[in-house]
């Protein structure tokens, strides 16, 4: 069984950084995708970034591009965004998710095209 479990969420100021890890295990990760997503208070679940975990290929959505990064290190089964720059807009309850089938990259921005996700971990950014 599949499982994700994501930490490193936090307080944190206007301006400031933070880094989510989402440690996976009970499966073959080398064919995967992983996205993250957030859902911030009364709003829809939101698409943030999306990585493939065979070449690395990443995908991000315009309101993070520039300011967060999704990588993974395959040693350790982990997906990791490191999220700079962030701004009160950011805060929600971020999520990660995988996709055994790594569908393209278009469809990643769907939250149903994952089969597993993690329990979410809080960001909230002050002003």
């Known amino acids: 069984q599949v499982q994700l479990v994501e930490s490193g969420g936090g307080l944190v100021q206007t301006g400031g950084s933070l880094s989510l890890s989402c440690a996976a295990s009970?499966?073959?990760?080398?064919?995967?995708?992983m996205g993250w997503f957030r859902q911030g208070p009364g709003k829809e679940r939101e698409f943030v970034a999306a990585i493939r975990w065979s070449n690395g290929n990443t995908y991000y959505s315009d309101s993070v591009k520039g300011r967060f990064t999704i990588s993974r290190n395959n040693a350790k089964n982990t997906v990791y965004l490191q999220m700079n720059s962030l701004k009160p807009e950011d805060t929600a309850v971020y999520y990660c998710a995988a996709d055994s089938t790594a569908q393209a990259m278009g469809v990643m921005t769907f939250p149903d095209a994952y089969e597993y996700w993690g329990q979410g971990t809080q960001v909230t950014v002050s002003s």
């Open positions: 009970g499966g073959t990760f080398s064919s995967y995708a």
